[in-house]
């Protein structure tokens, strides 16, 4: 079972925006003899399925709710991709969703990858508390791998091995749309989690910020250039200072997508905090999320890039870590340009430029696993070194260079940006 199979089986759970992209690219890359797609509501799902070539992709209804019936639905799979949301809410609260198909793909005898950890108030993502589970199950789980987190989590350990030792590291994004439309590439719950208490890792300790509440300014090679960018809610804080040692953690991101964002926050209308309107209270950031459209579909995307409302977009990654070599100061770097909307629009029309770029390292990374003998839960940064450099060469195959630079007292080597 699992990586040992010859005939690979995947199930992908969540056919949305980013779930249809990982089916199609999976199907279409051959990385699958099968891919079947899991979601609560087939025409829907069927609908974010109309990239050209993946059309066939069977979907089944399910309901990760139903812990009783998901198990025995996975039975026979290889992979189980979980590509929705990281929670879902139940009346006012919000539930998390990782452990409990997690839970499912481990007891059907699947290896299990997801892209995104809940997190909250914890400072550890919740996927590694199954990390005995799948050990006693023999199985593998990949958490937190679409391209940030996940391939920034993967550069982070490149950039941490080139040092002896690590003072501090920075993980920078730039999401950037240039358009009259704003787009959203990923789901609004996702999103709308802009508005969390940010968990930070400063001097060795675990601490917490408000959204927003640092900024730097960050050169990046064109078209991007200086962009502001500020600490917000994310992933790789939750995983990579419990594998890699170093002092300070800082995440930063910038970008039109952000500043949309930073926006809504500052005019409180991402607050849980209920306020009066006529008789009723009414939370601001409840009222948004059940007024804004979800991700747009395929045919909706080639039809707001076709009209010109979105003209173009960039995402961009950039990982950097500041240490020692041989007692001399050193700095390690990684930077890398995702395809632009335009170039995607080539390449898999109706994807888009956080969609495609996530499904392809979801796919590398299933690529690089496929016949490995590997048991337990693993964050990017905790791979081992020949499956994160087999992933970087299949990304690699499809145009994604990371360009690298290393400095030590101001003499650099490599290829930088």
Known sequence: MGWRAIRLRLAVIGCGAVGSAIASLAALKGVAEEVVCFD??????KRYLSFEGARDIPVERIDVLDKEDV??????????????????????????LNPIVMSSAAKAGACYVDLACYGGRRTRAEQLLLAREFQRAALLAVIN??????????LAREVYDDLDTVDSMRIVSVEDQRGSAFVIPWS???MLLAASPVLAYRARRFTWLEPFEESAVFDFPSPLGSIRCYSVLNDESYTIP?????NN???????SDVETLRALYRLGILSDAPVRVGKALVSPKELLYRILPPSPKPDEVVRVCREGELGDAYFALEVAAEGEVGGEAAVSRRFVMFPSQRRINEILPGATYITYP??????ALLRALRGRRLRGVFPGEALPRYLRKLILSYLEEDKVIVNEEFKVEGLARGSGA
Do not use: I, K, M, Q
């Not at 991709?81 to 879902?88: G, I, M, R, S, W």
């Not at 419990?242 to 170093?246: A, I, Y």
């Open 40 to 45: 609560r509501d087939e025409e829907r799902a």
């Open 71 to 96: 198990a025995p639905r996975l039975s026979g799979f290889d992979f189980v991709v979980n590509a929705l949301p990281t929670f879902v809410r139940v009346g006012r609260r919000e539930l998390p």
């Open 145 to 154: 791998f679409g391209a940030s987190p996940g391939l920034s989590n993967l």
């Open 188 to 190: 609004r719950e996702e």
């Open 242 to 246: 419990r594998f890699l040692r170093l």
């Open 249 to 255: 953690l800082y995440y930063y991101a910038g970008g």
């Open 358 to 363: 996530t499904a392809l390292c979801v796919v």
